[in-house]
DNA sequence: AGGGGACCTG
DNA sequence: CAGGTCCCCT
């Protein structure tokens, strides 16, 4: 499937529409930019009304004197919520500022040039408190704090892209009317920070355009569909933030005061979260991702995995366990409280009629389950994605890169390393040792019932994602070795109590998807029943079963080597395998179907 | 399930 | 010698 990919112009789909200014700041430093920006140089340098501008504004005419102070109070107001919005929940967390906390950003905004600022800025809620390497100490405390500046930080940013969204549908009407003040000012083209003081006097539908003069020139008609459009807006941005306000502060807390209480994500602890995923998931839309059997879980977790274990934070697995058939929803672990900004992404997604092709990449993955499909698309991606993926998870360890939660998710759907757990051991560059995993285990398990005797040059093309080496060749032939060993046990097992029953027609012994010895290969092959068995297997079964009995009831286990003919037969057994096996990361579902 | 050794074979 | 098989053991 094409467009998984980390491509970031893939990941953002319509990067321009969640694109912000590069030097966009969250939370403190907002105000300071906001007034830099706001506000063009050639008029009032950003004086505050008492405070001495007087002069200043003196010298301007009386209508540009009344238009700027409704300016600086409405300024004033988003100020205030946005700085509202981004006050450390606990006082203790105060000593985090913004300014440290987004420092790095800052710098990084220097650096680009202004057009580029646009490119879609969005915090890593996936990482979080998890996955980010905190350069100071970094208490758990400290991240979930980190954390929740961050997913506000998105907040924020859907709220600028909001409201430049309908600064697309005024700025035609807006034009004529801008366009005398751009002979002085020259804002730069589609820079949010401008629109935002334009109107942010709007948010919550505190006043209306009318009095900023914005709309002074336009036709009735046009007038009213601007306020109309500016009064959604308004609603709209006060759900944004009252939301934020209710759902994240008491979470805050609750996050905090939990990791203060506990290691962060021992293995334990990872399982637990992993089981909980369920109910963390946000309950926004019912569609794609909720959907039962949706693909986004395993990849999901072998992604929390990896990012858990980029701490070295633990070394356990958690292979799931979890039945195909129940409505396994994905557990979305990507670190503490990062459901909450998925769900409104997604909300805001839907009100901006991006519905599932959100600028956040959640595409629906709705599609039927692994195994009728033989393997999803996601997971035929070729090795190349694999090395594109730890790169990025490389990256992401050291220099975070600002990702939603959904591109993190987009990013689980990539093949994990080779171990299924997303081990970064794999994913590091010259210890890219290629392991074979659970998954691949399982999947040579449900070969078994094709092939009892593959060659090697059979298993390298149906294990296309495995690097083969002499290891991993020898690993997979031991483990055929292995099934054969356990098979044939069974077999004679049942041939010899066939023979004490007093079966005396060796024809009479058929190996029936009811009978107990393929419950027994069954069981060990394809635990959790999830694979319909060929009928080819059965008929090889039951050939089996012939030869051991006959071979035992005419005394023929008295030869040391009396299992050899039987091996012979049964090696020219075997069938083709279905090409659905071949498909690379196949292994990897398998391991969580 | 899988490690390891003995043994066979090309 | 490498690859493969079998057997024993844990």
């Known amino acids: 499937m094409v467009g998984r990919n980390l491509d970031p112009t893939v990941l953002f789909p319509s990067s321009q529409a969640v694109a912000l200014p590069h030097d966009y700041k969250c939370g403190a430093s ?17 004086p505050l009304p008492c405070a001495g501008g007087g002069d200043q504004l003196s010298n301007q005419h009386p209508q540009e004197q009344l238009c700027d102070q409704h300016l600086r109070a409405k ?29 790095h950003e800052r710098e990084r905004g220097g650096e680009m040039p202004q057009e580029s600022k646009r490119k879609p800025r969005v915090p890593q809620q996936g990482m979080g408190a998890a996955g980010r390497v905190a350069p100071t100490g970094g208490s758990s405390h400290a991240k979930g704090f980190q954390q929740l500046k961050e997913q506000l930080c998105f907040l924020e940013q859907q709220l600028w892209w909001l409201q430049e969204k309908f600064y697309q549908v005024c700025d035609s009407e807006d034009a004529a009317q801008t366009q005398e003040d751009s002979e002085t000012v020259q804002p730069l083209p589609g820079k949010p920070q401008d629109r935002l003081n334009k109107d942010s006097g709007t948010a919550c539908g505190l006043e209306e355009a009318e009095d900023t ?17 500016k009064h959604e807006l308004s609603v709209v941005t006060c759900h944004v933030v009252d939301s934020v306000l209710k759902t994240l502060w008491p979470k805050a807390d609750s996050h905090i005061q939990k990791q203060h209480h506990s290691p962060p994500m021992g ?103 692994a195994l009728e499909r033989g393997c999803p698309e996601p997971l035929k991606l070729p090795w190349g994605s694999v090395k594109l993926r730890s790169l990025i998870v490389r990256q992401q360890q050291h220099h975070p890169l600002p990702l939603s939660p959904a591109s993190m998710e987009s990013l689980a759907l990539l093949p994990a390393g080779r171990d299924g757990h997303g081990e970064l051991l794999s994913l590091t560059p010259g210890q890219m040792q290629e392991v074979l995993t659970p998954g691949h285990l399982k999947k040579a398990k449900l070969m078994f019932f094709f092939t009892r005797y593959p060659s090697s040059t059979l298993l390298k093309t149906y294990f296309l994602d495995v690097q083969f080496s002499r290891c991993i060749t020898s690993q997979l032939i031991k483990w055929f070795s292995n099934f054969r060993e356990f098979y044939y046990i069974q077999v004679e097992k049942f041939a010899r109590q066939a023979l004490l029953e007093g079966v005396v027609d060796a024809c ?33 079964a039951s050939l089996t079963l012939q030869e051991f009995f006959s071979a035992v009831r005419a005394g ?19 069938s083709d395998i279905p090409e659905g096996f071949k498909a690379a990361g196949c292994s990897q579902e398998l391991l969580h179907s």
């Not at 907002?30 to 340098?45: D, I, N, S």
């Not at 023929?556 to 299992?563: F, R, V």
């Open 213 to 229: 003069g914005n709309t002074g020139g336009l036709p009735s008609a046009v007038r009213v569909l601007s306020q109309a459009l």
């Open 75 to 103: 300024r004033a107001r988003v100020e205030s919520i946005i700085q509202g919005m981004s006050l450390p929940p606990t006082p203790q967390a105060s000593d985090t500022s913004l300014e440290a906390a987004f420092g």
């Open 30 to 46: 907002l105000g300071e930019e906001a007034q830099a920006l706001a506000f063009p140089r050639t008029r009032a340098p950003a």
């Open 508 to 540: 009479t012994l058929q190996v029936s998807r009811d009978s107990e010895l393929f419950r027994a290969l069954n069981m060990h092959y394809n635990k959790g029943n999830d694979f319909e068995v060929p009928g080819r297997f059965l008929e090889v």
């Open 556 to 574: 023929k286990d008295a030869d040391p080597s009396w299992k050899k003919p039987i091996y012979k037969i049964i090696s020219k057994l075997d």
């Open 267 to 369: 293995p334990d602890a990872r399982k637990e979260y992993s089981a909980g995923g369920k109910c963390r998931k946000p309950l926004a839309k019912p569609s794609a991702m909720n959907a039962p059997g949706s693909l986004g879980s395993p990849q999901a977790e072998a992604l929390t995995g990896a990012l858990g274990k980029s701490l070295g934070s633990y070394a356990a697995s958690f292979s799931s366990k979890g039945v195909r058939k129940s409505s396994r929803v994905p557990s979305m672990g990507y670190s503490l409280g990062s459901a909450m900004p998925v769900q409104h992404s997604q909300l805001l997604s839907q009100l901006l009629g991006h519905g599932q092709h959100s600028p956040w990449g959640s595409d629906s993955r709705e599609s039927p389950s």
